[in-house]
T-cell receptor, first 115, second 111 residues
Framework: DAMVIQNPRYQVTQFGKPVTLSCSQTLNHNVMYWYQQKSSQAPKLLFHYYDKDFNNEADTPDNFQSRRPNTSFCFLDIRSPGLGDTAMYLC??????????????FGSGTRLTVV | GENVEQHPSTLSVQEGDSAVIKCTYSDSASNYFPWYKQELGKGPQLIIDIRSNVGEKKDQRIAVTLNKTAKHFSLHITETQPEDSAVYFCAASRAGNMLTFGGGTRLMVKP
């Protein structure tokens, strides 16, 4: 089945130690998003890629970076995680040709704990 | 930009009762309104969506209604079951824009 897969499901990292979360998709969607979600709050958009074009949200800390080497993969890099970065990180994709306002498909998320 | 408010933040119902979650939006140009269900430890899953050219859509026990004039839309779950317990998010967007999410509703269905 076409899907969005996030790895790992759970990640524990030390304060200040760089960490990378990965997302892959088999949907051939051209838009990929990274969200941060804390304590069942609404997901908060960090950034998104429209094809190769990177779009950063104004309030996303510089500590968060992203890479999209090809259509299928997208990575979230946290350069120096702080305790406040403990959260669920969600990857999502949306359908090609439909703009942004259609069919978001989410992965199962990576629960990151910074200790 | 768009602003979406969702109520209530928590909702507890007895199994078999109905549940209603309401959302209001601010951008009159918004034309797409999805609802997501998020179970504990999982990503949100799309359960139903509606576009501005229809007023109601139904899929088995769930339905969504849209009032464009009042700028609000609602999720209705009938004959609730324990497996309906989850956090539900509404969202809104206009063509070419990204989704704006509501704050979420934690639904608890008591057996």
């Amino acid at each position: 089945d076409a899907m969005v897969i996030q790895n790992p499901r759970y990640q524990v990292t030390q304060f200040g130690k760089p960490v990378t979360l990965s997302c892959s998709q088999t949907l051939n969607h051209n838009v990929m998003y990274w969200y941060q979600q804390k304590s069942s709050q609404a997901p908060k958009l960090l950034f998104h890629y429209y094809d190769k074009d990177f779009n950063n949200e104004a309030d996303t800390p510089d500590n968060f970076q992203s890479r999209r080497p090809n259509t299928s993969f997208c990575f979230l890099d946290i350069r120096s995680p702080g305790l406040g970065d403990t959260a669920m990180y969600l990857c999502a994709t949306s359908r090609p040709g439909q703009g942004f306002s259609d069919g978001y498909t989410f992965g199962s998320g990576t629960r990151l704990t910074v200790v | 930009g768009e602003n979406v408010e969702q109520h209530p933040s928590t909702l507890s119902v007895q199994e078999g009762d109905s549940a209603v979650i309401k959302c209001t939006y601010s951008d009159s140009a918004s034309n797409y309104f999805p609802w997501y269900k998020q179970e504990l430890g999982k990503g949100p899953q799309l359960i139903i969506d509606i576009r501005s050219n229809v007023g109601e859509k139904k899929d088995q026990r769930i339905a969504v209604t849209l009032n464009k004039t009042a700028k609000h839309f609602s999720l209705h779950i009938t004959e609730t079951q324990p497996e309906d317990s989850a956090v539900y998010f509404c969202a809104a967007s206009r063509a070419g824009n990204m989704l704006t999410f509501g704050g979420g509703t934690r639904l608890m269905v008591k057996p």
